[in-house]
């Protein structure tokens, strides 16, 4: 017998068990995203490595650890999408939808980094992506993170809590980043391997390090918000007041940074307590650089991700069980022209009762087998051909579930009307 091939690492079957979870939570998704007026838009998941190297910086772990990049058969550097973000502002360029254009749009599917696998996190995963492309904000800061707290409340998540901070802009960046440089250079030994290549690429990236010798020092490093420009200010002031306004609680996190030149004023991260260490369920910041720097035309802009898994995993925690889609209808023969008359009796009654689910007992087996799959299927009502029943030209109905142990026979002709009728009567 030759060897089983085993899933790649990292990568999970999403099984028929749980995509009730799943279609729940895109379906609540969609209505939200609807309810706002934001537009579907799909992106390839395949892009240029260049496009993620300098959307997403060189200085990130996404960059430097994270990317499943391969060179194609025509010599092309490629990398599987490690985020969305990037592939959107390429869409908006590449097909001249830019021109102080006003977009909303949002974007679902897999992504793909090479990350230590665990539980919440996975090698490919699935977001949901939001931007709102052509929005200097911050009105609409305050409704996109409006717009995640309407799904939390939609799937009955209470335990994530919102965390907002303000990075200012890239000009008022640059004194605070001095300032931060000088710091850590006073601190060096408590820096590892990244932390030391980013004090002079990018020493934010640290402010966010997982290193606890590094975070310690963290603790004392001096904080952004105290070191925003005017402008900035009263922007992050105005943030407040609208999530004031809306009834939406949240904290300050002066720690929380995104470690790019492009990146200004908002960022927020939704957290959740119930997951253990993977606690991020949603992540987001305003991008004002980023267009422009992909050699589009400038352009402010701000967008987040939330990880599905994580969110699946808190509705299913909530106890959340989504509905199951059970058909209503099991039709069952014995001997092959009784056989092709159920395929046939089942396409008729698709046409006749469109969103009813009409399964057909395929391969053969004794009818009592046939009634016990049935049962396991959670039917309402089997339909039985026999031979007997197909000389005659009828089709017997006998209702599932324990319901009434009557069956009685009807002419094929009558029999939609029929099932209609008792699937009306037994809701
Ligand atoms: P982390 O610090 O957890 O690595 P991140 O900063 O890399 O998160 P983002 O790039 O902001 O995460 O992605 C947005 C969201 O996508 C995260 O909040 C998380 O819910 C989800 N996510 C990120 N990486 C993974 C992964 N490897 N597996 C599952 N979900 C993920
Ligand atoms: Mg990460």
């Keep these: 017998m030759s060897r089983n091939i085993p899933p790649v690492t990292g990568m999970k079957d999403v099984l ?5 979870l799943w279609q729940h939570v895109e379906r609540s998704w969609r209505a939200v995203a609807d309810a706002y007026g934001y537009e579907e838009i799909r992106v390839p998941v395949v892009e240029h490595t260049e496009l993620f190297k300098r959307a997403i910086g060189e200085y990130t772990d996404v960059v430097e650890k994270e990317m499943y990049t391969f060179t194609d058969q025509g010599g092309d550097s490629l990398t599987l999408r490690p985020e ?3 592939g959107i502002v390429r869409a908006c360029i590449s097909n001249g939808l830019l021109r102080g254009a006003r977009l909303k749009l ?3 599917g897999p992504m793909f980094r090479h990350e230590k696998p665990q539980k919440g996190r996975f090698r490919q995963f699935n977001q949901i992506d939001l931007e709102a492309i052509g929005f200097a904000g911050p009105d609409v800061d305050i409704e996109i993170i409006a717009l995640t707290a309407r799904l939390w409340k939609q799937l009955g998540l209470t335990r994530v809590k ?3 901070n303000s990075l200012g802009t890239p000009e008022s960046r640059k004194a605070y980043r001095a300032l931060l440089q000088d710091y ?7 820096l590892d391997d990244d932390g030391k290549r980013r004090l002079e690429g990018n020493p934010l990236r640290i402010l966010d390090s997982k290193h606890p010798p590094t975070q310690e020092i963290v603790k004392n490093a001096p904080v952004l918000t105290e070191h925003l420009d005017a402008e900035s200010t009263a922007h992050f002031a105005e943030l407040r ?3 004031d306004a809306l009834g939406i609680p949240y904290t300050v996190n002066p720690r929380l940074v995104r470690g790019l030149d492009y990146y200004s004023r908002t960022v927020f991260e939704w957290i959740t307590d119930a997951l253990g260490s993977q606690d991020a369920v949603c992540s987001g910041g ?3 650089g980023l267009i422009a720097q992909m050699g589009g035309e400038a352009t402010p802009a701000i967008g987040f991700a939330m990880g599905v898994e994580r969110v699946v995993e808190l509705v299913r925690l909530a106890g959340m069980t989504a509905p199951a889609n059970l058909p209503d209808v099991f039709v069952m023969a014995q001997g092959d022209a009784a056989q092709r008359g159920a395929l046939a009796l089942a396409e008729k009654l698709r046409d006749e009762l469109p969103g009813h689910g009409i399964v057909v007992h395929c391969g053969s087996a004794k009818f009592k087998t046939q009634f016990r799959r049935a049962d396991e299927s959670g039917a309402r009502v089997a339909l039985v051909i026999g031979e007997d029943e197909l000389a005659r030209g009828v089709v017997a109905l006998k209702p599932l579930k324990g319901a009434e142990n009557t069956q009685s026979e009807y002419p094929v002709a009558e029999i ?4 209609a009728e008792f699937l009306r009567r037994s809701t």
């Excluded at 028929?16 to 009730?20: E, L, Q, V």
């Excluded at 939609?416 to 099932?419: D, E, L, P, Q, T």
């Design 286 to 288: 305003r991008y004002d």
């Design 184 to 190: 850590f250079r006073r601190h060096l030994d408590a």
């Design 416 to 419: 939609g009307a029929r099932v």
């Design 84 to 86: 969305a973000t990037a």
């Design 162 to 164: 919102l965390q907002i």
């Design 16 to 20: 028929s068990a749980d995509i009730g």
């Design 241 to 243: 007041a609208g999530l």
């Design 106 to 108: 949002w974007c679902q």
